[in-house]
């Protein structure tokens, strides 16, 4: 180890020894999560296996969770009594900190409502203003300009391309709980190489878009029916010999993420025995998923996605066509004037919150 800055010695030569492993080293997380998942199993928890992060006891009627990042928890139960007892069992295995409330975690906040429970990041968002100094900048009403050329547009490289690099590695991180801007965040880090000056104004003019929405975050809305609905879209950048291709591989991916979901649910509890709607809008992606049949649109597409109509005849899904405009997908993969984009989101269950108190 060097030396920590401040520390003063008469022989430069000289670091410090290492006596136990804390953070920095490469195996410090493995060997910290070992110990916690042995502590957690030896309670009587199981990991889960769509997501290893968390952990689950039901026994009974009792149900506890644990959702796990490197040392910060969140733990959830329908048992007050039972959570204030586990929490006495973590004191005795490791020196934690009782926060309450869920109030905040990884940037995340959390505000709760008659509606229900919304997650935003009010306070990362601003910082995000802060640092580009745009708190007093008239807000943007979209994202994204329709119909921009950022990929072909001519304009001088950016001097201090680092500061356009931790702009987007922050936009990335806050479309967490902002699917507005999925899709102007994906086509801002095709350019993290060598943004041009016209990247770095698109990136500006999200921070304005940001200034007008700052608490805007997902409602959970505490009347849901656990159903899970999705819609898909392609964007057309995928290799394909055909538009209807192209939509039926949007859906295969679609799935894919539909039954990682229908397992993390089950993790928690809860059973989707009904068939998960799909909404496409193309004619063509449906019929190729509802007809068995080998024909001229499917002879290039390749046995993987056809799964798609193994799904639908197993009554996981059920594919359902909506008119274009009803395409909530569209807000991933295209630039959307401001009618068509608040209609959508609003569709999208995002709504501003409440700070946290």
Request: hydrophobic share 35%.
């Amino acid at each position: 180890m060097k030396l920590p800055p401040g520390f003063q010695s008469s022989d430069p030569n000289k670091v410090c020894r290492l006596r136990k492993s804390l953070y920095g080293l490469k195996q410090a997380p493995r060997c910290w999560f070992a110990k916690l998942s042995t502590a957690l199993k030896e309670y009587g928890f199981k990991q889960g296996y769509p997501d290893y992060s968390l952990f689950s006891l039901i026994r009974g009627g009792t149900i506890l969770h644990i959702l796990v990042y490197v040392d910060d928890f969140v733990i959830s139960g329908n048992d007050l009594g039972v959570i204030e007892k586990f929490k006495e069992y973590l004191h005795e295995c490791f020196h934690m900190k009782d926060l309450g409330k869920l109030k905040y975690f990884l940037g995340i906040e959390v505000s709760r409502g008659p509606d229900g429970i919304c997650l935003s990041q009010r306070k990362y968002t601003l910082d995000i203003i802060t640092e580009v100094c745009l708190l007093g900048a008239k807000p943007s009403p979209t994202p994204v300009e329709v119909n921009h050329k950022l990929g072909s547009v001519d304009s001088p490289e950016l001097k201090r391309p680092e500061e356009y690099r931790r702009l987007v590695g922050r936009l990335i991180y806050l479309s967490i709980t902002g699917p507005d801007l999925t899709y102007i965040v994906h086509i801002l880090s095709q350019f993290m190489q060598t943004p041009l000056v016209a990247h770095w104004e698109a990136a500006l003019r999200v921070v304005r878009y940001l200034k007008g929405t700052p608490a805007q975050g997902v409602l959970l809305r505490r009347d849901s029916n656990l159903t899970i609905t999705a819609y898909c879209d392609s964007d057309y950048n995928a290799l394909s010999c055909s538009s209807a291709e192209a939509e039926y591989r949007a859906m295969a991916y679609t799935l894919r993420e539909l039954k990682w979901l229908k397992k993390l649910l089950r993790t928690f509890g809860f059973d989707h025995p009904q068939p998960m709607p799909l909404f496409c809008d193309s004619q063509a992606a449906l019929h190729i998923a509802a007809n068995p049949v080998f024909h001229e649109r499917t002879k290039h597409v390749e046995s993987d996605c056809h799964f798609v109509r193994d799904a639908v005849q197993e009554g996981l899904i059920a594919t359902h066509h909506l008119s274009t405009k009803e395409q909530v997908a569209d807000l991933f993969t295209k630039a959307l004037p401001k009618p068509i984009f608040d209609k959508l989101l609003s569709k999208l269950g995002v709504r501003s919150s409440r700070p946290p108190t």
